[in-house]
């Protein structure tokens, strides 16, 4: 079974910060997921990668297989950047399962 | 933008009592997940369905718990006698047939069993 871990569980920001959020896991994996989760519950998917690096607007994220580690990084924050941030990995099940495996996540706070 | 949607997005009920969670994954999608997230846990697995069948289920999915896509459009959980536990954040998300496709999540039925 996978263990992700996350770090930091918490994390306060000023806005225009540079911020990481990274993620470890156990068990090779297929792809990682990275996540974002409003105040109000609803889960949004921000990228999912097996390799390499992502970019998006102020968002990158990369992962390293062989050190089973990815991280999420925004640049310049914004306040509305709050939110928990949950990486998710999905490892070698069967054929079109793709069960996925979550981190804790990370509360992120940007202050104006 | 496409989405998926739910219903309710709160229910309450007593212990005992069945429920029906209700899921509209995106229309050319054919792979459907529940997951589950008790208030202040991180969210779990439940089981994915594709083809009309389950694919896959977690220790979490035991008898009490049923899935189904009853028509085409919607895909329902089911829990046939709620326990206290049972009280949490239920995500349903799709998932194209071509893999390297991301899941997309709808935003939740809130499930509060006293």
């Known amino acids: 079974k996978n263990e992700v871990e996350q770090s930091p569980q918490n994390l306060t920001a000023q806005e225009g910060e540079f911020i990481t959020i990274n993620c470890s896991y156990s068990?090779?994996?297929?792809?990682l997921h990275w996540l974002q989760q409003h105040p109000g519950g609803g889960i949004v998917s921000l990228f999912m990668?097996?390799?390499g690096k992502k970019k998006h607007g102020r968002l990158i994220a990369t992962i390293n297989i062989q050190e089973k580690h990815s991280s999420l990084h925004i640049t310049a924050s914004h306040p509305r950047d709050s939110a928990v941030y949950i990486c998710?990995?999905?490892?070698?099940?069967?054929?079109?399962?793709?069960?996925?495996?979550f981190g804790k996540g990370t509360k992120l706070s940007v202050i104006p | 933008e496409p989405e998926v949607t739910q219903t309710p997005s709160h229910q309450v009920t007593q212990m005992g009592q069945e429920v029906i969670l209700r899921c509209v994954p995106i229309?050319?999608?054919?792979?459907f997940y529940w997951y589950r997230q008790i208030l202040g846990q991180k969210v779990e697995f439940l089981v994915s369905?594709?083809?009309?069948?389950?694919?896959?289920k977690s220790e979490i999915f035991d008898d009490q718990f049923s899935v189904e896509r009853p028509d085409g459009s919607n895909f329902t959980l089911k829990i046939r006698s709620t326990k206290l536990e049972d009280s949490a954040m239920y995500f349903c998300?799709?998932?194209?047939?071509?893999?390297?496709?991301?899941?997309?999540f709808g935003p939740g039925t809130r499930l509060t069993v006293t």
């Open positions: 990668l097996s390799s």
């Open positions: 369905f594709y083809n009309n069948e389950i694919s896959e």
């Open positions: 068990v090779g994996i297929s792809a």
């Open positions: 998710a990995v999905r490892g070698y099940s069967g054929a079109g399962s793709y069960q996925l495996t």
């Open positions: 998300a799709s998932r194209p047939r071509l893999a390297g496709y991301e899941q997309y």
């Open positions: 229309s050319n999608h054919l792979y």
